[in-house]
């Protein structure tokens, strides 16, 4: 029998910790747009702890994401912010900025770390870099093939994570790209929780196309146009031994993020335990995805079958 991959997932608010857990999530990502990047809900420090006493509660495990990109005027907070992350017991701390570790080694050394940049892990060497520096899990970035995978996680010295469902930011820029635009044309722009406005795009009229794009305090993002979905190409990546999937909730309703996680719990379980079992159901799985998608957001496979193209 394989290990079995973590399932991760992330949560669009504290009222979704015990759905998802009874829906066979293993462990959280959450945070505040103050220091995380792209994260499915906004939580504030009551949230935080609210979050990681329920998770615990179940036997589950909560990361919160510090992996935004930082200047000096928030490196002072970053000491007190990951003093409050240690005294509620948060299980991890997910990080791109050397600031985070530098200030996690003064102050809070048996923190746990995850290294994630969204974009640099392409490599076993740069993973287990960070890991000789105190990290004991990278994330790999999504434009990197199954081969390339797998060929990290068998030279890896850490933890190796891995988006397996939900869209991909395609680009970041640290300037209110949306702000600015609506100020021109002379339209305010109410800032305040941009991020949960689920119906902005740029529309590529050629390819019908139609990325999301929204602002937090770390600037504009503009997403992939489609999700997405391994449910059923689980084979190879539990064989290698991968350590986590991630199933990325941003953009996206409680609802949808609940039945999500029902479906891969199943294909992890029978992957992992039933290899036989799996290769029965899995396209079965995938429709159940189908299903439930929404029209506008068409399922692939990101890079893992196919050449990175810019």
């Not at 974009?119 to 076993?124: A, D, E, F, H």
């Not at 979905?229 to 941003?250: H, N, P, Q, R, Y």
Request: aromatic letters at 10%.
């Amino acid at each position: 029998m394989a290990n079995k991959p973590e399932l991760l997932v992330t949560p669009t608010s504290v009222q979704d910790i015990l759905p998802l857990c009874d829906a066979g999530a293993d462990a959280f990502m959450i945070g505040e747009q103050r220091y995380g990047l792209r994260l499915a809900g906004e939580f504030s420090r009551d949230d935080v702890k609210k979050a990681v006493e329920l998770a615990h509660s179940r036997g589950k495990k909560v990361y919160v994401a510090m992996n935004a990109i930082f200047h000096n005027e928030k490196v002072e907070e970053l000491k007190d912010y990951i003093l409050f992350l240690k005294d509620v017991k948060c299980d991890a701390i997910v990080f791109g900025d050397p600031a985070v570790l530098m200030t996690i080694r003064e102050i809070a050394p048996n923190m746990k770390l995850h290294w994630s940049t969204e974009t640099t892990g392409t490599n076993w060497y740069t993973c287990n870099y960070w890991g000789r520096l105190g990290s004991k899990r990278a994330v790999l970035a999504r434009e990197l093939s199954m081969d390339a995978v797998i060929e990290t996680k068998e030279h890896a010295e850490v933890e190796i994570e891995v988006q397996i469902h939900g869209m991909t930011c395609m680009f970041q820029s640290k300037r209110a790209l949306l702000e600015n635009y609506f100020e021109y044309q002379g339209k305010m722009l109410e800032i305040k929780n941009k991020n949960q406005d689920k119906n902005m795009y740029l529309y590529d009229k050629e390819r019908d196309n139609k990325y999301p794009i929204f602002e937090d305090e770390n600037g504009t993002h503009i997403m992939s146009p489609n999700d997405v979905c391994m449910i059923d190409e689980l084979t190879e990546m539990v064989e290698a031994g991968i350590d986590s999937f991630k199933i990325d909730g941003v953009l996206k309703e409680p609802d949808y993020i609940i039945e999500v996680t029902k479906l891969y719990r199943k294909a992890i379980d029978l992957c992992a335990e039933d290899p036989d079992a799996y290769e029965e159901v899995k396209d079965q799985l995938y429709e159940q995805i189908v299903a439930i998608q929404p029209k506008h957001r068409p399922l692939d496979t990101g890079f893992f079958f196919k050449e990175t193209v810019y």
